[in-house]
């Protein structure tokens, strides 16, 4: 079993920055994809940048390409998400998850992931 915590969220201006932190615990050793999504009410759960597989690959969703940066230290069992440029519709509640199944890219599908942590709220204001 995997558990994951996130933190760094906050209420920010418009064109600041946060980093997201993810602390995972349990069996870490046996993931494969890690990434970040955002919800906001009423909305479908989205991702916003993935890391893993096999091909070790990092991607990017609209809107998060060019703006945000996710890293991973395997070492802390940590994984990070360095927002810039925060626009009001950044405004969302934050998720870290992860799954054990080896594929050669991670993938944007929710059903894939198994591990979710409770959310982080990020509030962007004009």
């Known amino acids: 079993q995997v558990q994951l915590v996130e933190s760094g969220g906050d209420s920010v201006q418009a064109g600041g920055s946060l980093r997201l932190s993810c602390t995972a615990s349990g069996y870490t050793d046996g993931l494969r994809c890690m990434g970040w999504w955002r919800q906001v009410p009423g909305k479908e759960r989205e991702a916003v940048a993935l890391v893993g597989g096999t091909s070790s690959k990092t991607r990017y969703f609209e809107p998060a390409e060019g703006r945000f940066t996710i890293s991973q230290d395997k070492s802390k069992n940590m994984l990070y998400l360095q927002m810039n440029g925060l626009k009001p519709e950044d405004t969302a509640m934050y998720y870290c998850?992860?799954?054990?199944?080896?594929?050669?890219?991670?993938?944007?599908?929710?059903?894939?992931?198994?591990?979710w942590g409770q959310g982080a709220q990020v509030t962007v204001s004009s």
């Open positions: 998850a992860a799954d054990e199944e080896l594929r050669f890219a991670c993938g944007p599908f929710r059903d894939e992931y198994k591990y």
